[in-house]
């Protein structure tokens, strides 16, 4: 028998005197005591051994970690096995701590996951993409190098404001200097967040970078940032 951190097993039975189909479907029943259930199991051979393995929920391993007696039935007639499961339970309870701690751990590491992945949502992979560029074409517009939607990341969200649920959308306005960085940010929208605006002035100023112009005539860029946790 082999169980699964969720709960479920597969029970295996083998018997090099049956003539066993790999992957053959073999409608059965399994008696544990007085509690019946049926299912197709699925005849395998590997290595030498021949036999069948059927799959179970929990309530099948509870009935297997309960029951002194295994019968299996091919039909109502013909018993294909009679197993004395005297022990069962004493052998099971050695390893339930073991199967406990890494259903634990599963579960830990599932909500990790699910918890990343929220994460990741909080911002999109591009938070201007949601607006045309607010820059009208002229000598004033600086040219971002790269992709302006990496300067803020997932990762960037202020952490006691994402605790309290706050959100909102950020204007801004950079100032450019001749050599691609930016000078100064304004905020043109604020959020309603003091934070949230002065976080993203500070990431944008910092992460920023546009092309150089030889000129000394002050460019600008503008856009907008939509802080926003999933729900």
Not at 33 to 60: E, N, P, R
Not at 63 to 75: E, G, N, P, T
Not at 153 to 163: E, G, H, I, K, L
Not at 185 to 194: L, Q, R, V
Request: charged residues 25%; proline residues 6%; hydrophobic residues 40%.
């Amino acid at each position: 028998m082999v169980e699964y951190v969720d709960g479920g097993f597969i029970l295996f039975v083998e018997n090099q005197n049956w003539s066993i189909v790999e992957d053959r479907k073999y409608p059965l029943k399994f008696l544990f005591d007085d509690t019946l259930f049926t299912g197709d199991a699925t005849g395998y051979v590997f290595q030498g051994s021949k036999g069948f393995k059927i799959g179970g929920g929990a309530d099948m391993a509870d009935a297997f970690a309960k029951s002194s007696r295994l019968i299996i039935y091919k039909d109502e007639a013909t018993i294909v096995l009679v197993v004395k499961l005297t022990g069962t339970m004493a052998g099971l309870a050695r390893v339930k701590p073991c199967i406990a701690k890494l259903r634990r751990e599963h579960q830990a590491a599932l909500a990790e996951q699910r918890a990343l992945e929220a994460k990741r949502k909080i911002i999109a992979a591009d938070p201007f993409a949601d607006q045309a560029p607010p820059n009208p074409p002229g000598d004033d517009a600086a040219e971002p190098i790269g992709n302006a939607g990496r300067w803020m990341t997932f990762d960037d969200y202020p952490s006691r404001a994402m605790r309290e649920g706050r959100e909102g959308a950020v204007g801004f306005k950079l100032s450019v200097d001749a050599e691609g960085r930016p000078s100064a940010c304004e905020i043109t929208m604020s959020s309603g967040h003091a934070d949230l605006d002065a976080e993203t002035c500070t990431l944008v100023t910092r992460r920023a970078r546009f092309k150089p112009s030889p000129g000394s005539r002050p460019r600008y860029f503008e856009s907008r940032v939509t802080w926003s946790i999933p729900r």
